[in-house]
């Protein structure tokens, strides 16, 4: 199966929405998410249930048929009547069993590989055979529940035994392999020696949609009710409401599914807020709904998937959402304007600089809100810490950030980045759209000494090599070597290499620095500075491993010497 690739964002900030209560995200910010929709998938607008087989594909049980998908293409299989397809399981033999308006049966691939559909309703005796939806279906060990308002059939080895409540039953639930049914006028019951036994303490729910039984922590049943919140039942009998302070909201969400998490955690889908992750002990880490996250407000359908990812299915569509992934995202749905450039987190405050400005909130508390920056608005390029100043550049000019008050420093417009030279502690250097400026220290901050003649390139990307020249990468004009006199803040030579010294072309050139020597990526390939030749010439590890037309966008060593690098088509780490 092609897996899904989603995207690579950056790491984000605590949320929580619309509820009352206290709440502590452990999640920073929205998970990557996937919408698709009818014209994604070529079917109808509602997804029932959700259902994985053991290579990875899924399956969906959708309006007008059973949908299937490998990751890269969507199929869409109907049942024979052409009914609405409510319930979907897949056992250990490759067999997808769904459950219909009025049918049942299983998908199985036939000689030809494509997926070809059995009747097991038609076997039922006539009697039975005029039935309503099934609703429900389970698996195990052989047998598979196919559970409707009217009776229970189990199909166990080629036979159907017929389970008939004595009064009407509503939905199924099967839990520590025991089939559970709420039963109107009753309450919730466990199916014994083929009849329905009301439980301990289910009488509480005679009166009472129940939409979902999971276990609990300390052999406890969650249990979700459609209209009247959620609730823990104990073994004992004892019946008490799952985080009271939220039951009003839960009663107002109107709770259509649920499920428990690898981690623990639950996922609540909701008929009118959407979705919800919240602890065992009912505290919501993340909350997804229309604008945030979801195309649709409506959750009819949960499934955890191998990854830990989660499928959602909507009352219009589909959604995959990457809460296995260990990125989440900062956007415009989180109360972030614009596109995020940069970002820096010191030990009390998290500053996110997007193209309208500088914002800042606490880095403990993630349910605070981000805060604009007064006199930052406009485009931000770079935030980070020199010395004990944190500075900004920016396209009106270089600042200096105190908490959440931002001073210029530098009049100079485009202040693409800073960079503190190996061999002069007490200057800083200053990329701008028009060449260098010079800092140095006075009264304990940084502040601008002067800019040198002899340059005035765009300098957005620079670096210093071990003999102390300063190499800027142009974007579409090549790279530049300035040879300075730091202590004169001069620039002493500048010397061009293009295409003509090695470079395949003048154009997507950058520099970075590893382990203490500096490395070019370009158009086509890896390449370093040989000082003998006055030339560049391929580098012999990534050449090695990539080959000599890997087009690098992104280089980063991190703490510990490991190297991550994005291109166009790979995403990769050098350990």
Same mark, same amino acid.
């Given at each position: 199966m092609k897996r899904l690739l989603l995207g690579l964002v950056i790491v984000a900030f605590g949320l929580f929405s619309g509820l009352t209560g206290k709440s502590q995200s452990a999640i920073s910010g929205l998970p990557s998410v996937r919408n698709f929709n009818t014209l994604d998938y070529k079917a109808g607008i509602q997804n029932w249930s959700i259902a994985q087989d053991g290579r990875g594909i899924m399956y969906i049980a959708n309006n007008l048929g059973l949908l299937e998908y490998d990751g890269n293409r969507w199929r869409v299989y109907a049942v024979k009547n052409g009914s609405k397809i409510r319930s979907v399981a897949v056992d250990g033999s490759g067999k997808i069993y769904v459950g219909c308006q009025g049918e049942f049966g299983y998908f199985f691939p036939g000689k030809q590989g494509e997926l070809e559909y059995t009747s097991l309703a038609d076997s039922l005796p006539d009697k039975f055979r005029n039935f309503d939806e099934t609703w429900n279906l389970f698996l195990d060990e052989g047998k598979v529940y196919f559970c409707t308002f009217s009776n229970i059939f189990i199909y166990d080895h080629n036979r159907i035994s017929i389970v008939q409540p004595e009064h009407p039953a509503e939905l199924s639930f099967f839990v520590n392999r025991e089939?559970? %049914? =709420? %039963?109107? *006028?009753?309450g919730l019951t466990k199916l014994q020696?083929?009849?329905?036994?009301?439980?301990?303490?289910? *009488?509480y729910f005679k009166d009472i949609g129940i939409s979902s039984v999971l276990n609990a922590y300390d052999n406890q049943y969650l249990i979700s009710t459609f209209r009247e919140g959620i609730y823990l039942m104990k073994s004992s009998g004892e019946v008490k409401p799952w985080n009271e302070s939220l039951q009003q909201y839960f009663r107002q969400a109107n709770i259509n599914c649920m499920v428990r998490l690898k981690n623990g955690n639950y996922a609540?889908? #909701?008929? =009118? $807020?959407?979705? $919800?992750i919240l602890t065992e002990k009912g505290e919501t880490l993340l909350h997804l709904t229309s604008g945030q996250g979801l195309e649709n407000r409506t959750v009819l359908s949960l499934l955890e998937d191998?990854?830990? =990812?989660?499928w959602v299915g909507n009352n219009n569509g589909l959604a995959y959402i990457e809460l296995g992934s260990s990125f989440t995202e900062i956007n415009e749905e989180m109360g972030l304007p614009g596109t995020g450039y940069s970002a820096y987190l010191t030990n009390s405050h998290l500053y996110v600089g997007t193209n309208t400005g500088l914002y800042v909130r606490s880095a403990m508390d993630k349910t605070q809100?981000?805060?604009?920056?007064? *006199?930052?608005? *406009?485009? %931000?390029y770079h935030i980070g810490k020199y010395g004990d100043d944190l500075l900004m550049g920016h396209h009106n000019g270089a600042f200096r950030i105190d908490g959440d008050k931002a001073t210029l420093i530098s009049?100079?417009?485009?202040s693409w980045i800073f960079l503190h030279p190996k061999n002069a502690a007490g200057v800083l250097i200053g990329g #701008?759209? #028009?060449g260098l400026q010079f800092f140095t220290r006075k009264d304990g901050h940084w502040a601008l000494s002067g800019r040198p003649d002899g340059f005035t390139e765009s300098s957005r990307i620079m670096e210093q090599d071990r003999d102390g020249n300063l190499w800027i990468a142009h974007g579409y004009k090549g790279v530049y070597k300035l040879d300075l006199d730091l202590g004169k803040l001069e620039i002493k030579k500048v010397s061009f290499y293009g295409a003509d010294k090695g470079f395949p072309s003048n154009i997507l050139i950058n520099v970075y620095a590893l382990r203490n020597q500096?490395? $070019? #990526?370009?158009?086509?390939? %890896?390449?370093? $500075?040989?000082?003998?030749l006055d030339r560049f010439v391929l580098e012999p590890l990534f050449t090695t491993l990539l080959g000599e037309n890997s087009q690098l966008l992104n280089i980063r060593e991190d703490a510990i010497g490991n190297v991550y690098f994005i291109g166009h088509e790979l995403i990769g780490v050098m350990r």
């Open positions: 089939l559970l %049914v =709420n %039963v109107r *006028g009753l020696d083929d009849r329905l036994t009301l439980m301990e303490g289910g *009488g609540i889908g #909701t008929q =009118n $807020f959407g979705l $919800f191998d990854l830990q =990812n989660l809100p981000f805060k604009f920056i007064e *006199g930052t608005r *406009g485009q %931000v009049p100079v417009p485009g #701008t759209y #028009t500096l490395i $070019f #990526t370009s158009e086509h390939g %890896v390449y370093r $500075f040989d000082k003998q």
